[in-house]
């Protein structure tokens, strides 16, 4: 009896050991799977590089697998992603638009966040910009040395230099059979004595013999003399009179400077008293300027398209016009000003000296009104020198006999609406005189 007591009591202890060695082993176990677990979760370690432990082999091998499948599927579509989205930038970079919008969804679709899992090393875009630098460089340099490129070519080609060769074999004399001064007569004509380089320019672009004539010193020279006079003796800062020309503030010849004013004019009263009538004035201001310093004004109801086909010449019919001349003003803070003195046309009316004859006529004392209008030169837009913004508008009236003067200085306010530049290609259709 004692010794069956004594076994019972054995196998009770035994057990025990047994069981505190079990819960020890799982306890290790856990604190191992937690450090695993732990480490696969720190950045830029991968599952697939770690080794598997030899007690979780043995007692959970199967579910190892399993997670180790998974991983492997997490990253090979990560990797499918990553690749559908670089994709996607190529084709974005290359102007594909639609194929790269594709190639976003269905990485999206793998992976929602993968914009924020590729790590680049260089920007997507870096060499594309880069070449796109590089070559807008280079096309700088060249459009800078092309006229030397130009003429060297000419140079090389043959002894009796040329500016132009027939395309073709043709029956009549070709014009690169004149004289380089006929050319350059030519070229005169075709800027004329409206300023027109928009026409040079395009004429330029016919051949190399043409871009050499059309960047003769000779001709911006002349036209900067006219647009701005004694002012532009001297070429510094600018490297070339075609560089005075497109950089220095001036106004513009090939076109007229229009601004459109609107207000609300209360009515009379209707004799019953009951309402009261309220009008809306409209009306414009048309500016055009000319090369010889000459300057026309006229404000008016009418529409533009009415208005700006008379505007053409300074001979115009229209009694309305007032005529002046205009100088360029460049002040202490580097603005542009246009100052302009304008008066209306002088017509001499015949005296009906029926009317007078039984009575002793007393004249009227005659007076002459001028206005002095003052404007600031403004760029607006991609258009240069396009902005008129009013400044000072006054009107002088003087008295012929006494020789007196009246000046009246009108406020500026929202009454002066800005004139802005607009082109009209008729003006510079054909040419009356040569530069």
Request: hydrophobic share 35%.
């Amino acid at each position: 009896m004692a010794e069956a007591e004594e076994d019972c009591h054995t196998d009770l202890v035994r057990t025990d050991d047994s069981e505190r060695s079990g819960e020890a082993n799982l306890q290790a176990e856990l604190q191992m799977f937690r450090a695993q677990w732990m480490f696969e979760l720190a950045p830029g370690v991968s599952s697939s590089g770690l080794e598997p432990l030899p007690c979780r082999a043995s007692s959970r091998g199967p579910g190892l697998k399993s997670v180790d499948a998974r991983g492997k599927q997490e990253i090979a579509k990560e990797e499918k992603a990553k690749e559908l989205f670089l994709k996607a930038v190529e084709e974005e970079q290359n102007g594909a638009l639609y194929e790269a919008i594709k190639f976003y969804r269905l990485a999206m679709q793998l992976v929602p966040d993968i914009e924020f899992k590729i790590t680049y090393t260089r920007s997507p875009d870096g060499d594309g910009v880069g070449k796109r630098c590089v070559e807008d460089n280079k096309e700088d340099d060249k459009m800078a040395d092309l006229l030397t490129d130009f003429q060297q070519q000419l140079t090389l080609q043959e002894s009796s230099v040329k500016l132009c060769h027939p395309e073709v074999d043709v029956s009549q004399t070709h014009i690169s059979a004149l004289p380089m001064e006929v050319l350059m007569y030519i070229f005169r004509w075709v800027v004329s004595s409206d300023l027109d380089l928009r026409s040079l320019e395009q004429l330029s672009l016919v051949c190399r013999g043409f871009y050499i004539c059309a960047r003769d010193p000779e001709i911006w020279h002349q036209v900067c003399l006219k647009i701005w006079g004694r002012s532009c003796n001297k070429l510094v800062p600018y490297a070339s009179w075609r560089d005075m020309f497109l950089e220095r503030p001036r106004v513009r010849f090939d076109g007229v400077y229009v601004s459109k004013t609107k207000y609300i004019r209360q009515g009379e009263q209707s004799l019953d008293g009951f309402y009261r009538a309220w009008h809306q004035v409209e009306y414009y201001r048309y500016l055009r300027f000319f090369p010889d310093g000459q300057v026309m004004m006229l404000t008016t109801p009418e529409d533009p398209q009415s208005i700006v086909p008379r505007l053409r010449t300074k001979n115009t019919r229209t009694d309305a016009i007032l005529l002046g001349h205009y100088r360029l003003s460049q002040e202490k803070d580097n603005q542009t000003k246009v100052f302009a003195v304008i008066m209306k046309k002088k017509e001499e009316k015949p005296v009906d000296y029926h009317k007078y004859r039984y009575f002793r006529r007393v004249p009227a004392q005659e007076t002459d009104h001028s206005f002095h209008v003052g404007l600031q030169l403004c760029s607006s837009g991609r258009q240069r020198f396009n902005k008129l913004v009013w400044i000072h508008h006054s009107c002088h009236i003087t008295c012929r006999s006494t020789g007196e003067t009246a000046v009246t200085t009108f406020d500026i306010d929202k009454m002066y609406t800005p004139l802005f530049f607009a082109r009209v290609k008729s003006f510079t259709a054909y040419s009356e005189k040569p530069l």
